[in-house]
């Protein structure tokens, strides 16, 4: 890790992101603890939708796309959509995931005058690796239609999430308030993993955090396969759904004015 740390946040992202998703990706998140587990709050989540009027979905920063694919498994009749910075990565979920339904592309739509709108945009683990995360969810804002759905960790931030490219992890209420204030209500949100994957596992990563960079692009071992079966018992049936550090939230548009001045 020493190497990343004479790189920029943005470097870092670019590197780790672009290079280390690709289809060895997509079957480790099938197996792993916390995909498994996240899902499940993200179907939870979803399921306080109004899922009839979603007829469009885009998901940015989708990664290889199974966060996208459990948007489409819960949204069948919607057009959804993944968008990445990273061509391995969407390539990876192309040829993963694509024959069920889900599309992919590498296209930027928080560039200046995007013209498609949609009726869900949702950012998984996005928002903490931007500098001015103010701006993109004000972006994301302008070409919504009527729901946004976002996630990433809170509360305190451990040394190792900076060499995998965060620039903060958020407070509590956070980003509830800066919605708030440009129209939107807060649908649902969950605070959840205490204490087995924050803080135990949040801790014993930043333990063995020299290794972290390669886990999600390397196969699997039998022994890594028995330990995330473990690990999501835990996470899933004896973690807290309503305290801890890990922030999924569904947020509703119901004005179109802003309500202060834009940060």
Aim: charged share 25%.
């Amino acid at each position: 890790m020493n190497t990343k740390s004479k790189q920029t946040i943005e470097e870092i992202n670019q590197e780790f992101y672009g290079e280390h998703f690709n289809k060895e990706t997509v079957e480790y998140l099938k197996k792993s603890a916390g995909a498994r587990w996240f899902n499940d709050l993200l179907v939870m989540t979803l399921n306080h939708a109004d899922k009839k009027a979603i007829k469009t979905a885009a998901d940015v920063g989708c990664g290889v796309g199974h966060k996208t694919l459990t948007i489409k498994k819960q949204i069948p009749k919607a057009t959804v959509t993944g968008f990445d910075f990273s061509e391995p990565a969407i390539e990876a979920g192309k040829k993963a995931y694509g024959p069920e339904g889900v599309k992919y592309s590498c296209e930027d739509i928080t560039k200046k005058n995007y013209k498609k709108r949609y009726d869900l945009i949702s950012a998984f683990d996005v928002l903490e690796h931007i500098d001015d995360w103010g701006g993109m969810v004000n972006k994301l804002i302008s070409i919504n239609n009527k729901y946004l759905l976002f996630s990433f960790p809170v509360g305190r931030m451990r040394p190792y999430e900076k060499n995998i490219g965060h620039f903060r992890n958020f407070q509590r209420s956070q980003i509830e308030d800066f919605l708030t204030s440009r129209g939107y209500r807060t649908v649902h949100t969950f605070y959840a993993g205490f204490p087995f994957f924050s803080p135990i596992l949040r801790d014993l990563t930043q333990i063995f955090s020299k290794n972290y960079s390669e886990t999600i692009s390397t196969k699997m071992s039998p022994i890594g396969v028995l330990m995330h079966k473990v690990w999501y018992i835990l996470f899933r049936y004896f973690s807290l759904k309503h305290r801890g550090d890990v922030f999924i939230g569904l947020f509703e548009k119901i004005d179109d004015k802003p309500r202060t001045k834009k940060k």
